[in-house]
């Protein structure tokens, strides 16, 4: 007989919806994989909920306000206002220093949003889709902030019609050089990286030229279909938003027709409406909604696509997509409430990227921001240039096709802990744990550690402390071995019963900082240790 140890259970390969056990572990899991960092009070909510009524509520799009002015750089808009429908300065210099202050607030209020989520997956859904298009901030915060603004509305809309308005944002014009793009100078940039990033996948080389899905005629085809597109009021100082607009005479007016891996289809002159004539053929071909929904699995679920995920799970999310005519909503609803998500095999198979990182500690643990605005602006900008360092600039992906960790095989998301990123992401969560965290001003974003203590089931028990930690912050759990070293931490290696008359005595005089502050450092020295263990840097 196999010791129960070696028995290997069978993986299951079903989008089926689950029906096992609705636990801890499972709500963890879910909160895990779709928030930044689910507090312990929210997955006791989702056990208590259940599964189903848990997937729907994470699947609401919340209302989200804008990015406001803090900076005294910002010379047009009144500190505390909003700069998204502005105009600039005239002043060359001036103009130049509000565009700093935008992009810096536009990189706060990001953040904040982050710090500040509500039970959605809205978030991750956001940073998905920012991977997927990989754009850099423009020179225009305002279409930069249009281009996140049109992901934020969409982001478990439908796709194709996303693509489309992609297509001719404006944000994303100058970024792939779309605006250069004309009928005098075709230029092929966003043609190729519309069909090998964003829709249907280049797949393997077959031919001189020739692909798995497309060829490079029709990346040339492409280009001429998307001619006459380009942009206007960039930075105006008259008009209060930037935007694309269609130039009939920049427009390629013949027709196109394009390779056989879209069966021959042609593509006659439609002007304004041709690109969009164009992105329904791309969408006509099954391959297309089989690439996006090997994105979203990597993203979610594992990044480890076998045949017979690729024959199951890959084949059920795109025959869904396609039969709710490239809907995303229903794809993440089935995925999320499917066997396949729930399997023991991939949990904790992804490593946190540097946002997960860094807001799993400060979400979790109750940690937000409580000052005033400039304060608080500057905390998240801080936060933001914090993650940059750790690998993710969230408006300046490394590349168009995104971070790294989300495409370089074999390595894929461990690529997030290498030699000198693993050091930096132990100093970090001690810098929130143990040394005070952000400073601006004595002003201090860190960890909350009593928020976090007083809101786990039962904080006067050493024991339970640490299984509630468990259930927060590791996927798969902890060990024997580990839960006790935690627990000799918290408790000082005294016995439990202490743990229980010090946070007793914390209790009934919470404002006492001689009675406080030995609570506050337990707690803090036992994260920083529970935040360097392997099981933490994985959802």
Same mark, same amino acid.
């Given at each position: 007989?196999?010791?129960? *140890?070696?028995?290997?259970?069978?993986?299951?390969?079903?989008?089926?919806?689950?029906?096992?056990?609705?636990?801890?572990?499972?709500?963890? /899991?879910?909160?895990?994989?779709?928030?930044?960092?689910?507090?312990?009070?929210?997955?006791?909510?989702?056990?208590?909920?259940?599964?189903?009524?848990?997937?729907?509520?994470?699947?609401?799009?919340?209302?989200?306000?804008?990015?406001?002015?803090?900076?005294?750089? *910002?010379?047009?808009?009144?500190?505390?206002?909003?700069?998204?429908?502005?105009?600039?300065?005239?002043?060359?210099?001036?103009?130049?220093?509000? *565009?700093?202050?935008?992009?810096?607030?536009?990189?706060?209020?990001?953040?904040?949003?982050?710090?500040?989520?509500?039970?959605? +997956? /809205?978030?991750?859904?956001?940073?998905?889709?920012?991977?997927?298009?990989?754009?850099?901030?423009?020179?225009?915060?305002?279409?930069?902030?249009?281009? /996140?603004? &049109?992901?934020?509305?969409?982001?478990?809309?439908?796709?194709?019609?996303? +693509?489309?308005?992609?297509?001719? %944002? !404006?944000?994303?014009?100058?970024?792939? %050089?779309?605006?250069?793009? %004309?009928?005098?100078? =075709?230029?092929?940039?966003?043609?190729?990286?519309?069909?090998?990033?964003?829709?249907?996948?280049?797949?393997?080389?077959?031919? $001189?030229? @020739?692909?798995?899905?497309?060829?490079?005629? @029709?990346?040339?085809?492409?280009?001429?279909?998307?001619?006459?597109w380009t942009i206007q009021n960039f930075q105006s100082d008259t008009v209060a938003s930037a935007s694309s607009y269609f130039e009939p005479t920049f427009h390629d007016t013949t027709v196109k027709t394009l390779s056989a891996h879209f069966g021959n289809a042609v593509i006659p002159n439609a002007g304004v409406n041709e690109y969009s004539n164009y992105i329904d053929v791309i969408f006509q071909q099954p391959e297309t909604a089989k690439f996006i929904c090997r994105k979203i699995?990597?993203?979610?679920?594992?990044?480890?696509?076998?045949?017979?995920? $690729?024959?199951?799970?890959?084949?059920?999310?795109?025959?869904?997509?396609?039969?709710?005519?490239?809907?995303?909503?229903?794809?993440?609803?089935?995925?999320?409430?499917?066997? /396949?998500?729930?399997?023991?095999?991939?949990?904790?198979?992804?490593?946190?990227? !540097? &946002?997960?990182?860094?807001?799993?500690?400060?979400?979790?643990?109750?940690?937000?921001?409580?000052?005033?605005?400039?304060?608080?602006?500057?905390?998240?900008?801080?936060?933001?240039?914090?993650?940059?360092?750790?690998?993710?600039?969230?408006?300046? =992906? !490394?590349?168009?096709?995104?971070?790294?960790?989300?495409?370089?095989?074999?390595s894929f998301s461990k690529l997030w802990v290498n030699s000198s990123y693993i050091k930096l992401r132990f100093q970090f969560a001690d810098y929130l744990t143990i040394y005070g965290g952000i400073d601006v001003n004595g002003n201090k974003f860190a960890v909350n550690h009593f928020e976090f203590l007083n809101n786990l089931s039962l904080p006067s028990d050493a024991i339970q402390v640490i299984e509630d930690m468990s259930t927060v912050f590791s996927a798969k759990g902890l060990?024997?071995?580990?839960?006790?070293?935690?627990?000799?931490?918290?408790?000082?290696?005294?016995?439990?019963?202490?743990?229980?008359?010090?946070? %007793?005595?914390? &209790?009934?005089?919470?404002?006492?900082?001689?009675?406080?502050?030995?609570?506050?450092?337990?707690?803090?020295?036992?994260?920083?240790?529970?935040?360097?263990?392997?099981?933490?840097?994985?959802?």
């Amino acid at each position: 007989m196999i010791p129960d *140890e070696q028995v290997v259970t069978p993986i299951s390969l079903s989008l089926a919806p689950y029906t096992g056990a609705w636990t801890k572990d499972e709500a963890a /899991h879910l909160l895990r994989r779709s928030l930044f960092g689910p507090k312990f009070s929210q997955i006791i909510d989702a056990v208590a909920n259940g599964m189903d009524a848990t997937v729907t509520q994470l699947l609401t799009i919340p209302s989200y306000g804008e990015p406001l002015t803090v900076s005294p750089n *910002e010379s047009i808009v009144a500190q505390g206002s909003t700069w998204i429908n502005s105009v600039y300065p005239t002043n060359i210099v001036d103009k130049q220093n509000t *565009e700093n202050a935008r992009r810096e607030s536009l990189g706060a209020w990001q953040l904040e949003l982050i710090n500040r989520e509500s039970l959605s +997956i /809205h978030q991750k859904m956001c940073l998905f889709w920012q991977n997927h298009f990989a754009a850099e901030s423009t020179f225009d915060s305002r279409a930069t902030y249009d281009y /996140h603004k &049109l992901i934020f509305d969409n982001a478990y809309g439908n796709f194709k019609q996303l +693509i489309k308005d992609i297509t001719i %944002n !404006p944000s994303i014009l100058v970024f792939l %050089n779309g605006a250069q793009n %004309n009928v005098y100078s =075709p230029n092929e940039n966003y043609a190729r990286e519309l069909l090998e990033l964003y829709t249907i996948g280049k797949g393997v080389q077959i031919g $001189e030229g @020739d692909y798995t899905n497309y060829t490079e005629l @029709d990346v040339q085809q492409g280009a001429k279909i998307l001619t006459g597109w380009t942009i206007q009021n960039f930075q105006s100082d008259t008009v209060a938003s930037a935007s694309s607009y269609f130039e009939p005479t920049f427009h390629d007016t013949t027709v196109k027709t394009l390779s056989a891996h879209f069966g021959n289809a042609v593509i006659p002159n439609a002007g304004v409406n041709e690109y969009s004539n164009y992105i329904d053929v791309i969408f006509q071909q099954p391959e297309t909604a089989k690439f996006i929904c090997r994105k979203i699995y990597r993203w979610f679920v594992n990044y480890d696509l076998t045949a017979d995920v $690729e024959s199951t799970i890959i084949t059920g999310m795109s025959n869904t997509l396609i039969a709710n005519n490239y809907e995303i909503f229903p794809v993440m609803e089935e995925l999320l409430k499917s066997e /396949h998500f729930y399997d023991i095999s991939v949990r904790g198979s992804i490593i946190k990227n !540097p &946002l997960e990182l860094i807001f799993s500690i400060l979400n979790s643990t109750h940690s937000v921001t409580t000052y005033d605005l400039a304060t608080n602006y500057q905390m998240y900008l801080n936060t933001y240039w914090l993650a940059g360092a750790l690998g993710m600039n969230y408006h300046q =992906p !490394p590349n168009v096709g995104g971070w790294y960790a989300y495409y370089q095989a074999p390595s894929f998301s461990k690529l997030w802990v290498n030699s000198s990123y693993i050091k930096l992401r132990f100093q970090f969560a001690d810098y929130l744990t143990i040394y005070g965290g952000i400073d601006v001003n004595g002003n201090k974003f860190a960890v909350n550690h009593f928020e976090f203590l007083n809101n786990l089931s039962l904080p006067s028990d050493a024991i339970q402390v640490i299984e509630d930690m468990s259930t927060v912050f590791s996927a798969k759990g902890l060990s024997v071995i580990e839960k006790t070293t935690l627990k000799a931490v918290l408790t000082n290696g005294l016995p439990d019963f202490e743990w229980t008359l010090q946070y %007793n005595e914390y &209790l009934a005089d919470p404002t006492n900082i001689v009675v406080s502050d030995p609570v506050k450092q337990r707690v803090a020295l036992t994260l920083a240790q529970l935040f360097k263990l392997p099981e933490f840097q994985t959802i």
